[in-house]
Nanobody, 124 residues
Framework: QVQLVESGGGSVQAGGSLRLSCVAYGSTGSSNCMAWFRQAPGKEREGVAYISPGGNTYYAGSVKGRFTISQDSTKNTVYLQMNSLKPEDSATYYC??????????????????WGQGTQVTVSS
């Protein structure tokens, strides 16, 4: 069983920055695809950023150049640095894990576990 715990959300003005953290507890193994998804009210959950076990990163077009995903394997932690935030970035952000996989699919349905989410609100 795996438990993911996100933190770091909050309220900022447009142009500001936030850093989200996600700690993975339990039997995660050493080779996992980690991802950040987000869901705004009335919208489907969408992938934002992905990082493979080898450290390859992938981003949604809407956040490329503004968001950075990284991981600290020694701490079982993945981060999402969000800069130049826009009001349309407002959503609940979820950390998700696909254990034992070097491939990071874009669909949320490919991920086995996710956290409770952390709210990000960006005001104009």
């Amino acid at each position: 069983q795996v438990q993911l715990v996100e933190s770091g959300g909050g309220s900022v003005q447009a142009g500001g920055s936030l850093r989200l953290s996600c700690v993975a507890y339990g039997s995660t193994g050493s080779s996992n695809c980690m991802a950040w998804f987000r869901q705004a009210p009335g919208k489907e959950r969408e992938g934002v950023a992905y990082i493979s076990p080898g450290g390859n990163t992938y981003y949604a077009g809407s956040v490329k150049g503004r968001f950075t995903i990284s991981q600290d394997s020694t701490k079982n932690t993945v981060y999402l640095q969000m800069n130049s935030l826009k009001p349309e970035d407002s959503a609940t952000y979820y950390c998700m894990i696909r254990p034992g996989s070097s491939w990071c699919p874009s669909s949320q349905h490919a991920y086995n576990y996710w956290g409770q989410g952390t709210q990000v609100t960006v005001s104009s």
